[in-house]
């Protein structure tokens, strides 16, 4: 009996060294993918600096002001360029990544899963583009007016064609190069993320996880959690904050109609195979 209960042991044991194996492979992967990625926005780390900066120097153009920043340490510009590095690594690879999760994933999924799985891997990198591009073109601008509006220029008061000695201090921006490209970073980043919402929800709706009705439930402390993203997330100008309160509310809204079409459409399927209870 001791005999039995050892090979029985052995052989439950050989799968999950399997998957222990699979994954180690789809981690390489992931790694080997981010590397390359990373080391492909190394070597044009300039022209994704020109690109991420353009928010504040157009800002800066408006008002008549130089577009500047400043190396404050000795090794910031060389820290900045791999933060560059990191952070398009990781856009680039994030498909990739994607890919070798659904590769992990998917010997696991009967066919109907897989096909319900697939659109919403397809949809993720689609939605952090549009988080970031809505980042990018319609928060940056506002949050980086708004910073530079408490800028000053400095006044000389003169009397009588005499210039008098009390002096108006000037307020001039000034910026750290790697203390600006981290915030924007961090902006687009997280606006990336926020997008997400939509795929995260619909795809716990397929799985069960969540339903319509429920995440219609929770609807107004979704909208304290929103406000409370909205007032973190962005600077403290209320329009920035109205923005994307406004656009992940919709986000969360959307994603009930979906979850909602897809209780209709598995209820549809169910009844006709007869496996559902219409009194329940």
Not at 13 to 39: D, G
Not at 50 to 79: D, H, M, S, W, Y
Not at 158 to 187: C, D, H, P, R
Request: aromatic residues 12%.
């Amino acid at each position: 009996m001791a005999a039995k209960t050892e090979d029985d042991i052995d052989d439950s044991s050989a799968p999950l060294i399997e998957h222990l194996i699979e994954l180690r492979t789809r981690i390489i992967w992931s790694i080997v993918a981010f590397v390359v990625a990373m080391v492909l926005c190394y070597t044009v780390w300039n022209s994704i600096y020109n690109i991420l900066t353009q928010p504040i120097c157009n800002a800066l153009a408006e008002r008549g002001q130089n577009c500047q920043l400043q190396i404050i340490k000795l090794q910031e510009g060389f820290f900045t360029a791999i933060n560059i590095s990191f952070f398009g690594g990781f856009v680039l690879a994030f498909p990739v990544i994607g890919y070798q999760l659904w590769r992990f994933v998917a010997p696991g999924l009967y066919r109907s899963e897989k096909a319900a799985f697939l659109p919403f891997l397809a949809a993720s990198p689609i939605m952090f583009a549009i988080g970031a591009s809505f980042a990018y073109y319609i928060i940056l601008p506002m949050a980086y007016d708004f910073f530079l509006s408490f800028q000053q220029a400095p006044v000389v008061a003169t009397v009588k064609e005499v210039t008098t000695t009390e002096n108006v201090a000037g307020i001039a921006f000034q910026g750290s190069m790697q203390e600006y490209l981290t915030l924007t970073m961090k902006f687009l980043l997280a606006f990336g993320l926020s997008f997400q919402l939509p795929v995260a929800l619909t795809l716990m709706g397929k799985a069960g996880l969540v339903s319509a009705a429920g995440l219609g439930s929770v609807r107004r402390y979704a909208v304290v959690a929103i406000l409370v993203l909205a007032a973190v997330a962005t600077p403290p100008d209320v329009i920035s904050q109205m923005v994307l309160f406004t656009v992940i509310y919709g986000l969360y809204e959307v994603s009930i109609q979906i979850v909602r079409w897809i209780e209709k459409k598995r209820d549809a399927e169910l009844r006709a195979e007869g496996l559902l209870d219409e009194d329940a």
